[in-house]
Nanobody
Framework: QVQLVESGGGLVQAGGSLRLSCAAS????????MGWYRQAPGKQRELVAD???????KYADSVKGRFTISRDNAENTVYLQMNSLKPEDTAVYYC???????????????WGQGTQVTVSS
C-alpha cells in the first residue's frame, strides 16, 4: 500500500506565499516523477509543476518564476514553494507520484487527497 499525504494548504492574501509538502509512504522501491496538479471549480485538473528523479523540472507557464518545485529523495517528499500568489491560483492542489513498489515490475501513478489553496484579493 502506498500513500501520498499532503500538507501546507490554506488561506493567504494575494502576494503572499505558501509551501506545500507531499510525503510518500509504503514499501517503495523507487519514485520516478513527482508533481503537483491543481483543479479550480468548474475547470479541468492541470499540471502545475513536476520534477524527475534526476532533478529536471517542468512548470506551467502561469506559475513560472513564482513557484518552485523540489524533492527530497531520501524522504520520498516533494515540495511546492508558491510565492507571489494570485487569486487565480485558488484551487485544490493534488500531489502525484509515479512509484515502483518493491517486488513489482511496473510503476503506477498515485494521487494525494488534495489540499485547498485559497488566495484572497
Amino acid at each position: 500500500q502506498v500513500q501520498l499525504v499532503e500538507s501546507g494548504g490554506g488561506l493567504v492574501q494575494a502576494g503572499g506565499s505558501l509551501r506545500l509538502s507531499c510525503a510518500a509512504s509504503g514499501i517503495i522501491f523507487s519514485i520516478h516523477a513527482m508533481g503537483w496538479y491543481r483543479q479550480a471549480p468548474g475547470k479541468q485538473r492541470e499540471l502545475v509543476a513536476d520534477i524527475r528523479s534526476g532533478g529536471s523540472t517542468k512548470y506551467a507557464d502561469s506559475v513560472k518564476g513564482r513557484f518552485t518545485i523540489s524533492r527530497d529523495n531520501a524522504e520520498n517528499t516533494v515540495y511546492l514553494q508558491m510565492n507571489s500568489l494570485k487569486p487565480e491560483d485558488t484551487a485544490v492542489y493534488y500531489c502525484n507520484a509515479n512509484i515502483l513498489r518493491l517486488g513489482f515490475i511496473n510503476s503506477l501513478n498515485y494521487w494525494g487527497q488534495g489540499t485547498q489553496v485559497t488566495v484572497s484579493s
